[in-house]
């Protein structure tokens, strides 16, 4: 571990990027643990769940069924938006703001938030930026949201009940990750989202013309609250 701080180190980077390098290692192994020791498959009608989107994938491009969604990778409305991976709004989201395939630039997480500064949702926001046109970003949260109120320590246990070693967990510990905290989740919607919109506005690298709101989504209806945040 100490050898690879100090390859960084040598290399001349920042000691918040070092950390951020070091972080992401650790974690790569910590997961790649687990994806290695526990290889879960969903089955419908006794054919794993890939085998089947691959065979759609197959037919789809063999009917050209993709043309409708031809576009390029500039979004044109310029917008971002970083948003809840829960499937509920795969679908509503869009739809629900009125956008269709090439609109926007869409980043998904667990509960739509910001783990990291130097993470790859900032990252990910700044280059749609910079390299994509976007001038406005949109932070959505959602009600019902399965990241509000979780337990982070209930979900390391159950990563060590799946395989994941303790020697793996400690050198995530060790290298100053609180792991709790990382996985856990938040306890109020609006105040995640507000704390977002916060960070991101705030941020060193975040050119400031550029537009940032937050807002909750109903997961049932669409509808949509902008959440107010103090300049």
Known sequence: MEKKMSACADQNHAPSLTCVRLESNVICTFFGNLYNLKKFKVYRGGVPMINEVMEYNKKF??????EPYLTSKYPDKKLAILTCMDTRLTELL??????????????KNAGGVITHPYGSV??????????????EVMVIGH????VQGMDGGKLLEELTHRGVSQEHINIVRNSGIDLEKWL???????QSVRDTVIALKNHTLMPKN?????????????????VPVEE
């Open 61 to 66: 491009v063999e009917d050209k069924a993709y």
């Open 94 to 107: 869009p739809a629900a703001l009125g956008l269709k395939n090439g609109d926007a630039k869409i980043i």
């Open 122 to 135: 900032v990252r990910s926001l700044l280059v749609a930026i910079i390299e994509l046109g976007v001038e």
């Open 143 to 146: 009600t019902d949201c399965g």
């Open 184 to 190: 856990g989740g938040f306890e109020c919607v609006e």
């Open 210 to 226: 550029i537009t940032i709101t937050g807002f909750i989504m109903d997961s049932v209806t669409g509808e949509l609250r902008q």
